[in-house]
């Protein structure tokens, strides 16, 4: 079987350009804060220098009492000459100790502010990523959905721009820390200690520099493979927790349990792959600069045993190789930050990716915004296909008035339920029009149009939340008013419960209407389901609304009490009911039957029985199987 790749794989065609540079543009609107943070990160790395500064002198000054100046001498901050006598060696001491301290006072202080003000700026670049991503996913057309995985999404949404806001967060202070600390004991070493020995402990920095470049290079292919390996992973995980009904009905763990274990084999062996490559780079970058460690260490003694007049003195020495050991740090650290880089721009890749991506169905550029909609329906000559290769509308020509009940019956794969979801613009005709009162639907302004137009389906999904919630959730004002307590509310959601004969058994449930009802409202049945989904519908009050065989799973009994309902409810609102039984539709004003995405018949129930067409011929069979199952 071919593994599915999360449908994600165009995402990366659909961005120009370097996307760690698009992460700038949410970084913008924070800059004050982001560059006051820089500004004191710098200053922390800067006040970090001063303590190995203050243990040369101490040594130099203090302890040997060489007349050596130093750096701090040089600047002024203590005096120059031999240091004799106790009492002086003591004030110099006192001096040293209030320069650490004020060192560390800087040095606590901006370290706190660097922080918060990065780590805070990280966290709102983060949101609003996430919120825009999420904003753009529910923007995008239907035929997205169908192409895409959820698994992959919920991996673009969390992994994806967590991944982003840690590399903000903690690789982004630790470029800042590699520029301050190698340039400022660059600058030290070098023009206040030793020219020679600084040289060579630089001597690694262009290397490391041009060796995390090509480990980029290396690597990049590596975690895009990654990314795309746990999209598939965590899509074939969503969908077997989704399913586990079926799994556990057909009793599938061994078939369920190969597919996950292949995928997680395959997963682990690209991520040691990966990790192979990564601790081979660092521990390369770690014996590079051990070499050099023990360069310096042989150099320097062999310039103090030879008596050498530039050689350091013992101060000198002991600041060097605290530097030493300050520089390679970060310097090690390049290799980690290109790797976390590498990281983040396969993240930023497949984030940036999916803002690229424009719906199908668009808002047009003048929307049409009526005060109401009448609700009459055009069909005309409409051709409709999910793919360039496909027909599965094949000119329709339909007349609605508006008020009239139109039943739609066919066989499963006839078009029906394709043909409804033209009229939303859930999908765009690929020629031909469909027309609301007299005007073509991509006219309209969308949420005008989608706010007239209610459309319960066979297989409804409910929230996770009480059943209040979902019945409320037809009118946004009402739920904001079920959500603050408010009686009229609730009032409101009962009318339209009644109405869907769903009522009583909500009564019945241990809460009542705050019944949770779990995810996808797996607490409720079939049937149930669906009468929440109606009164859902109803709640909206739209002009014109699709009954996709919404009593599918209800009984008999319950249908025609829900029928009963319905037909008062619809009486000024034209309907469209897609019907599996056909006595659900034997009293709408028109019925029209499809076949392989054409209307196939057209007329009343009594005219197509006459005519002993293909309703005649569904409706006979129907009624042999209801007398077969009464005997």
């Known amino acids: 079987m071919a593994e599915d790749h999360g449908g994600f794989e165009e995402v990366r065609e659909n961005l120009s350009g370097n996307p760690m540079r698009k992460l700038l543009a949410y970084a913008l609107p924070y800059w004050p804060r982001l560059t006051a943070g820089i500004v004191a990160s710098f200053l922390t790395r800067f006040a970090r220098l001063v303590p190995p500064i203050v243990v040369g002198a101490a040594i130099n000054r203090v302890v040997t009492g060489s007349g050596e100046p130093g750096m701090l001498a040089r600047v002024g901050l203590l005096p120059s000459g031999t240091i004799e006598g106790e009492a002086a060696r003591l004030a110099l001491l006192q001096q040293l100790v209030v320069i650490a301290a004020l060192a560390y006072l800087v040095r606590s202080i901006t370290r706190f502010v660097s922080r918060y003000l990065l780590q805070s700026s990280a966290q709102k670049i983060q949101r609003d990523l996430r919120n825009d991503t999420y904003d753009h996913l529910q923007r995008l057309s239907l035929d997205f959905y169908a192409n895409h995985q959820t698994g992959g999404m919920m991996s673009i949404l969390n992994s994806d721009v967590n991944r982003l806001e840690k590399f903000l967060n903690t690789e982004f202070r630790q470029i800042i820390r590699v520029v301050a600390t190698v340039g400022g004991i660059a600058a030290v070493l070098y023009f206040w200690y030793s020219k020679k020995l600084a040289l060579i402990a630089l001597a690694p920095v262009p290397i490391i520099g041009v060796a995390s470049w090509f480990f980029l290079s290396w690597i990049e292919p590596r975690y895009k493979s990654i990314r795309e390996t746990v999209a598939r992973l965590n899509t074939r995980l969503e969908n077997n927790l989704s399913g586990a009904a079926v799994i556990k009905a057909f009793d599938r763990y061994d078939f369920e349990s190969r597919r996950v274990a292949d995928q997680s084999q395959e997963y682990h062996d ?306 469209f009911v897609i019907a599996h039984r056909l006595s659900t539709i034997r009293e709408a004003d028109r019925i029209v039957v499809m076949d392989d995405g054409r209307i196939a018949e057209s007329g009343t129930h009594a005219d197509l029985l006459a005519a002993d067409g293909e309703y005649a011929d569904l409706w006979r069979g129907q009624a042999d199987r209801t007398a077969a199952g009464a005997d």
């Not at 029906?416 to 020629?431: A, E, I």
């Open 270 to 575: 690209e991520k040691v792959g990966a990790l192979r490559l990564r601790r081979g780079f660092f521990s390369a970058l770690r014996l590079l600069t051990g070499v050099v460690f023990v360069v310096v260490l042989l150099v320097a003694g062999r310039d103090i045993i030879a008596g050498d007049p530039n050689a350091l003195s013992a101060g000198g020495v002991a600041v060097f190789f605290l530097y030493l050991r300050r520089l390679y740090s970060p310097m090690r650290r390049v290799g980690k930050s290109a790797n976390k880089y590498q990281l983040a721009k396969s993240s930023a890749e497949r984030v940036f990716g999916l803002l690229a991506q424009e719906p199908t169905v668009t808002q047009p550029d003048d929307p049409y915004e009526p005060a109401s909609i009448g609700g009459s329906v055009t069909f005309d000559s409409v051709e409709f296909g999910y793919t360039d290769d496909e027909r599965v509308i094949d000119g329709v020509s339909l007349d609605v008035p508006a008020g009239a009940t139109v039943g739609l019956a066919g066989t499963t794969g006839a078009g029906k339920s394709t043909l409804l979801k033209l009229v939303p613009r859930f999908h765009d005709v690929d020629d031909g029009s469909v027309s609301v009162d007299g005007r073509d639907v991509r006219e309209y302004d969308l949420q005008s149009l989608r706010e007239e137009v209610a459309v319960v389906e066979q297989q409804p999904y409910l929230f996770s939340g009480t059943v209040a919630e979902n019945v409320a959730y037809g009118d946004h004002e009402v739920l904001d008013g079920e959500r603050a307590g408010e009686p009229a509310a609730r009032d409101r959601v009962r009318e339209a419960a009644a109405a869907a004969e769903a009522h009583e058994f909500i009564s019945d449930l241990p809460d009542g209407y705050d019944t949770e009802i779990g995810e996808r409202g797996i607490k409720l049945s079939g049937g149930q389901r669906q009468r929440v989904a109606i009164a859902r519908a109803l709640l909206n009050d739209p002009a014109i609304i699709v009954f996709d065989e919404a009593t599918s799973d209800v009984d008999t009994e319950t249908e025609d009490r829900i029928q009963e309902s319905l037909d008062e409810l619809i009486e000024d609102r034209t309907a």
